[in-house]
Structures are given as structure tokens and as C-alpha cells.
């Protein structure tokens, strides 16, 4: 799905929005930074309701009442996805920024021509979703 800002590259812009380009390495950067508050964002889910269903089984919980198992681990992921939402897409801000040196050398140069003596110090993109 955003295999375009991997081979073309994300939007750059300075400080006042004005765009300046595309850059494969901000796209590989916004990339990373979506894939790890994504699998922070499941990870909760995945690793708690089978520690608590393993020890509602030990308890006899679940023999008692065998009809618990499914709605208990459906609503525990409801209520841990409600929460890791909002705090993993919080973990990296929406508009991200790069230093200008770090950029490729193709791009800084397309600034560096575009925009003469007056080089931003900082490049901005938004990391997506």
C-alpha cells in the first residue's frame, strides 16, 4: 500500500509547509516509524488474554462456565485496543522532521537549487497512520 513512498518517496516540506520534494529515505523512515507503533499497538492484545485465560483454566473458571472463554477474550482485546490505539499512534508525532544533511544527496541538491542561500536546517513529512 505504500510500497509508491518507498520507490518514489514522501513529501518534504519546510516549516511553512511549502513543499520541496520527495525523499525514499523519509518514506523508509515513516515506514518504520508506522510499523513499530503498529506492533506495539497489537502486542498488548496478543500477549495478556492468553496469560489470563491460562489462569482462569487453573482456577476452574472456565469448566464452571465453558461459554466465558470467547466473550471475555473478545472484550479484554476490545478493551486493550481502545487504549494502545491512540497511546501507539501518539508515540512518534503525525508531522515528523529530518535534518536537511541527512536527506539524499539527489534531494539536498533539488533544495539546494530550488531555494538558493535559504536551506531549511530541518525537512518535515507526515509519518501517515
Known sequence: MRSLELSEGTTITDEHGETLGKSTVVGRRAIFKV????????MPGMVLPPFLMNSLEKRGTLARYPWLGAPLQVTLCGIILTF?????????????????NKLEPTVQAKIRELRGDRIPERVYYNKGL
Open 35 to 42: 510499523v513499530v507503533s503498529r506492533i506495539l499497538m497489537a
Open 84 to 100: 494502545m490505539t491512540p497511546m501507539c499512534c501518539a508515540l512518534f508525532p503525525q508531522v515528523s522532521s529530518i535534518a536537511f
